[in-house]
């Protein structure tokens, strides 16, 4: 069974340019939540999906930000325009209940440049 | 509201010595603790949690974390360290779900031969 998968791999952009990312979470699991690890400091929660609903989203950090889960399957996480201060790894993870394991995907690295 | 030290960036043992990464946590209610580990390339991946059941909690690889409630550590131990242990390692606390996870800075660790 496929795990947790993240596109692309890594992402090199200008400021100003707008970047999505992509999850595609483990088959069947209802929660999908974002996370961001910027400069080498602590993973930090973005936002959590239950279905196609924003459960939480209050770790997005501002309005330059914007997730989406149409149909409750893959999630698109938007970033428009973007800064330098963007720069880091984005965690997607995918639970089959809230308070079950999360299985993270291998992360995108995203560098503003 | 939850929050977790990790002590130590970096981390270097030789190869077959003990491994021992630190984390405090900080917690209103009784946590959920965690230990993700983060190979090159690769996402986390759940070494072991603890969620009441028994302080002294074992993991995949040969680690194990125990619980100290006194001390609010969560520490990771291995008796003998390998060189595919090289990685780094995140110590994460939770209430009981993973939309509240907060997670420590990380601990690379470094094996030498």
């Known amino acids: 069974e496929a795990g947790v998968t993240q596109f692309p791999s890594h992402s090199v952009i200008e400021k100003g340019q707008t970047v999505t990312l992509r999850c595609d979470p483990i088959?069947?699991?209802?929660?999908l939540y974002w996370y961001r690890r910027v400069m080498g400091k602590e993973i930090k929660f973005l936002l959590h999906f239950v279905k196609e609903s924003k459960q939480d989203e209050s770790g997005m950090p501002n309005n330059r930000f914007l997730a989406e889960r149409t149909g409750g399957t893959y999630s698109t996480l938007k970033v428009q325009p973007a800064e330098l201060e963007d720069s880091g790894v984005y965690f997607c993870?995918?639970?089959?209940?809230?308070?079950?394991?999360?299985?993270f995907g291998q992360g995108t690295r995203l560098t503003v440049v | 509201a939850q929050s977790v030290t990790q002590l130590g960036s970096h981390v270097s043992v030789s190869e077959g010595a003990l491994v021992l990464l630190r984390c405090n946590y900080s917690s209103s209610v009784p946590p959920y603790l965690f230990w993700y580990v983060q190979y090159p390339n690769q996402g986390l991946q759940l070494l072991l949690k603890y969620t009441s059941a028994a302080t002294l909690v074992k993991g995949i690889n040969g680690f194990e974390a125990e619980f100290k409630k006194s001390e609010t550590s969560f520490h990771l131990t291995k008796p003998s360290a390998h060189m595919s242990d090289a990685a780094e390692y995140f110590c994460?606390?939770?209430?009981?779900?993973?939309?509240?996870?907060?997670f420590g800075a990380g601990t690379r660790l470094t094996v030498k031969p």
């Open positions: 994460a606390v939770a209430p009981y779900n993973n939309n509240d996870m907060r």
């Open positions: 088959s069947g699991h209802d929660n």
């Open positions: 993870a995918s639970s089959l209940q809230e308070n079950t394991e999360a299985f």
